[in-house]
Structures are given as structure tokens and as C-alpha cells.
């Protein structure tokens, strides 16, 4: 009997570490480089601006590292990265807006998204909490969405979402 334990406990030391794995293939996915157009909401209640942007990301077996660049109304351009470490099912990491101080995150992977609580190093739309959404859309799409509360009516209000494809062959 004892024998039969030892080994089914050394069996199940044997086993893969699908978890980590399944988390390196999902962060190596992210790797490349992307282009795309979205909307970015400059405050709650104010206008939508629509955006061009490219983001360049690389990626290990536990982490992944985005620096991107986005344009509007060919009058400003705005820096923003993004770094990001799995522990697990864990991710913690930071993030640096167009304000240029850095945020942290916190979330997990929930399928091919990252959702990912931002804490703003600063108020943003009356508090310090936001949703960081990094989404693997298909095989050579990336979405990149941010969901803050109005604080008048409570509502989720989606303040930025950009859609990036993989430029092709003949666009690179």
C-alpha cells in the first residue's frame, strides 16, 4: 500500500505544468507587431477621438512587454506600454498612458483575454480604478480596451478601444 502512494504521488509529479504551458503559448501569441484604428475617449462625457496606432510586443514564456504609439486628428501622437508577468494564473505588472506615470495591474487570463484591473497612479474620471483588456482576436488580431465607471451614473463607460491586426507581408 505504501508503495502504490509513493508512486502515484511520484506519477503525479511527472506531469506536465499545463497551466504554464497553456499561459506560454497564449503570451507568445501576443509577440509582433501590430497596426490598427480605434477610439479614445479624452474623459467621460467628452468627445471620442479616432486613433491610428502601432505596437510593437515581445514575449517570453511568463511575461509580455508592449510598446505602442497611437495618432489622432494628425495633430497628436501618445505614447503607451505595458508590462506584464504571469505567476500562475496570476498576472500583476504596469502600465504608462499619455499621462506618463505608471499605473499598476492586477487580473487574470479569462480565455484569449488578459483583464487586467488598472489602479491609476492618479484620479482618472473621479477615481483610481479602471479595466485593462488585452484580447487575442483570432489569429493575427489584438484588441486593446480600457473600461472606466461614470461616476455620476455608476455605468461602464468603454473609454478607449483599439482593433490591431498583424500587417501583412506587403504592408510591412
Known amino acids: 500500500m505504501r508503495a502504490a502512494v ?3 504521488i511520484f506519477s503525479l509529479s511527472c506531469l506536465p505544468d499545463t497551466a504554464k504551458a497553456s499561459e506560454t503559448g497564449f ?5 509582433g507587431d501590430w ?13 471620442n477621438f479616432n486613433v ?10 511568463s511575461a509580455v512587454s508592449m510598446n505602442g504609439k ?8 501618445r ?4 508590462n506584464v508577468k504571469a505567476s500562475g494564473k496570476r498576472y500583476t505588472g504596469s502600465y504608462i498612458g ?7 495591474l492586477v487580473g487574470s487570463r479569462q480565455g484569449d483575454a488578459l483583464n487586467l484591473r488598472v489602479t491609476w497612479a492618479r484620479v482618472v474620471n473621479g477615481d483610481r480604478n479602471a479595466i485593462l483588456m488585452i484580447e487575442k482576436v483570432g489569429q493575427d488580431g489584438l484588441r486593446l480596451q480600457t473600461v472606466d465607471r461614470d461616476p455620476a451614473s455608476g455605468q461602464s463607460v468603454v473609454t478607449s478601444r483599439i482593433d490591431l491586426q498583424r ?3 506587403a504592408g510591412r
Do not use: N
Not at 52 to 61: I, K, P, Q, V, Y
Not at 79 to 82: D, I, L, M, P, R
Open 6 to 8: 509513493i508512486a502515484a
Open 27 to 31: 503570451l507568445r501569441s501576443l509577440a
Open 35 to 47: 497596426r490598427g484604428t480605434g477610439m479614445v475617449l479624452t474623459k467621460i462625457g467628452g468627445a
Open 52 to 61: 491610428s496606432c502601432t505596437l510593437r510586443s515581445d514575449a517570453s514564456e
Open 70 to 77: 497611437c495618432r489622432g486628428l494628425a495633430v497628436f501622437t
Open 79 to 82: 505614447a503607451f506600454s505595458a
Open 98 to 104: 499619455p499621462s506618463g506615470q505608471q499605473s499598476q
Open 167 to 169: 500587417p501583412t507581408s
